[in-house]
């Protein structure tokens, strides 16, 4: 087989990767651009090169052998930042699961590992394959090295051999480093020959071949300035020739033979991947993702029921009901069991829907049943009339508290994590995507039957579990009323106008072709504005704006380009917004549509809530929580919004800064729970005293920048992130994070107490005992443990104030039912309830929900509700 070794430089594509792509999130909150973008690449480095070895090169540490000959060498460099620098332990873990051998050398760089294995792999008849952002490594290049160099963002590479850089430089691979000795290299703080430009370089270079060279013919240099530069620097040149050199015979003990190339661990890459969120590239995988060990079950009686009696009930029971699709508003139930001291039992949705002694059991608050998922089985029961209590556990809800990473595990999963008897995953047993199909009868009872029994007999393990976590009445007292209520909320729905969105869809259509016009005139012509390529020509060709990025087929349009292009051309403006209003019309206008009952004109959203590490609510199908509401048109689409009555009202009540109130609080620090206390505007305050002025003083961009600064403190915002935030420099950005923990000085001591308890416990608690666990706290890695702690940090004050406002739900929901009132809760949006109620319900519901809000939890400052109302969403603003 053909030789053929690629060494890539792992700093040097991380930090292209995410610089090149947006700063992504999985559910975990772990940032995840710069291994996303870097699996990429490897993908694409296997399919395409198809290597018999290779190898990622890292650096090992700041200081290398370099810095002994000269201490300021890549000098001035900015500090990783902590979003970029938490990601390497991912690169490193996942480049062990795709089987690929990696390096790094005390004292030397990735280039010097690079440049001493290639040398060694010519010896041995290798063809060579270089990859780098990095262009000091085209030193390299020769007959067998090819060394492909990253341009604009990641995928997009230009390849070195002696010929390209013959024709691009006239220079040889070997002069390259005469050429960093004379004109230096500013990214690695190199200082060359001042003055000396690339220009001047090549020059020099063509005539005199070598740095040494010149310096031995300084006579024969045209131009009297220049030469008494090289005179008076050729120290310099010297040294910077020595300091650009990749060393070529690095002690490395890594092997050729240990860099050999056998494949991926697809078992290892599939759980990286799904805990990574990497949907897409888990899809590309296909039927290679469908990994599932040999599960040895064992036997269980089941009995298909044929008439439904009363002696298949128990005071205890587990009721397990199946449906395989998502949306479970539109899905019918396969099958359900239950499960007791009497046996299993199997029956039917329609068996149970006929039947008057299913539907006394199912409402009997004294039959106590332990169910998966409280929310699906209440709102699939109750399309079929059923109304389903008595619940008194759910397994789906207790896992979520007992580790909130598994969010998304399904019963086998938990019944495996509590090392109960094995469960067959639904994957392996109904098949998935176009192969899935359901089993015959006998096969899906007993399938259906574990699950039942698993339910009952999990059912005192976990509690147990709860218990001593203290967090049996977070599930009893919080989650399990909860999803009773949110299960209500979903199939109440809330109506939408038809008419005023369809309407609203003709608006954004005129307001889109407006823009479009806009964009033809400032261009001077007519193109597809949805067209990558089309645009790329206008922008960067016929208008000649900056080019930031390319892609494979192109130039880049991605938003990030055209924000950098704003303020350059009236066009770039234009276009964003363009594409802004597109996204409303289609996501949000079309989308809404595709959704709306036909029979009621309601859409019923599924709020999940069982998914975020937080225990915040969120929501899909559709997903009401992220309408872009700082668009005016955005805004407008809650127009369509109304109530399901006529005449009836819109009634949105919501918490002011209710996490920044939960910082006080918890963090107890004198200045921000007198603010709070005081009813002053927060934003003011820390304006006032990180500014050092007084209140008249403080400007609109003062509270702007106090208000990043304050919700960026929830969120553990680095300095690079608040410098992105609010478009300031990294060192302005950290001095306004130190000035903010001097003026709050009780805020700094609960970042530091928080840190402290996750090492201690291995986990951070709200004020309600929800927990997340941070096992890397103690990493002695510095990035993953940096993470963490910011992690700590910021999940008791999120997570506080998610559990609040569902105590605050749970408040609401009895108050309506103590006041017999007409009104319903429709819908929680972040840190706001929905209401719809008659308009003589106003002036009490004004009244018990600030009251009811407010109450939900004590805390030493006051929690502030603002409402208001009107005959739709948007109105109630």
Known sequence: MEKKLVLIDGNSIAYRAFF?????????????????????????????????HILVAFDAGKTTFRHATFKEYKGGRQKTPPELSEQFPF????????????????????????????LQAEQDNFEIKVISGDKDLTQLASTATTVGITKKGITDIELYTPEHIREKYGLAPQQIIDMKGLMGDASDNIPGIPGVGEKTALKLLQQFNTVEILLQSLDEVSGKKLKEKIEEHQDLAVL??????????????????????KGMDLTKVVEMYKDLGFNSLLDKLGDLADISEEIVQEEIQVEVVSEISEAMFAEENGFFLEILEDNYHQAGIIGMTISNKHGQFYLKAEQAEASAIFKEWASDETKKKAVYDAKKTIVALSKRGIDLKGIDFDIFLASYILDPADAAEDLAAIAKKQNYSPLMPDESFYGKGAKRLIPGEMELSEHLARKAKALLELKPIMIDTLEQNEQYGLLMDLEIPLSIILAKMETQGIKVDVERLKQSGKELAMRLNEIEANIFEAAGECFNINSPKQL???????????????????????????????????IVREILHY???????????????KVVNADSDKVHTRFNQALTQTGRLSSTDPNLQNIPIRLEEGRKIRQAFIPSEKDWIIFAADYSQIELRVLAHIANDEGLVEAFRADMDIHTKTAMD????????????MRRHAKAVNFGIVYGISDYGLSQSLGISRKEAAQFIDNYLKSFPGVQEYMHESIHEAKQKGYVSTLLQRRRYIPEITSRNFNQRSFAERTAMNTPIQGSAADIIKLAMINMSERIEEENLKTRMLLQVHDELIFEAPPEELEILMKIVPEEMERAIELNVPLKVDYAYGPTWFDAK
């Open 91 to 118: 690169i490193r873990e996942l480049l062990d699961a795709f089987g690929i051998t990696r390096y790094e050398l005390p004292n030397y760089e990735a280039d010097d590992i690079i440049g001493t294995l290639s």
């Open 536 to 570: 790329g020509v206008i922008l960067f060709e016929k208008l000649q704006l900056p080019v930031y990025k390319k892609t494979k087929t192109g130039y880049s349009t991605s938003a990030d380009v055209l924000e950098r292009l704003e303020s350059q051309h009236e």
């Open 690 to 701: 990180v500014f050092h002025v007084q209140k008249e003083e403080v400007t609109s961009n």
């Open 579 to 593: 594409r802004q209003l597109g996204k409303l019309q289609s996501t949000y206008i079309e989308g809404l549509l």
């Open 20 to 52: 090149a792509l947006p700063l992504l999130n999985n559910d975990k909150g772990i940032h995840t651009n710069a291994v996303y973008g870097f699996t990429m690449m490897l993908n694409k480095i296997l399919e395409e090169e198809k290597p018999s």
């Open 240 to 261: 910077s020739k020595q300091l650009a050199t990749i060393t070529r015979e690095a002690p490395i003990e890594v092997t050729l033979e240990e860099t050999e190339y």
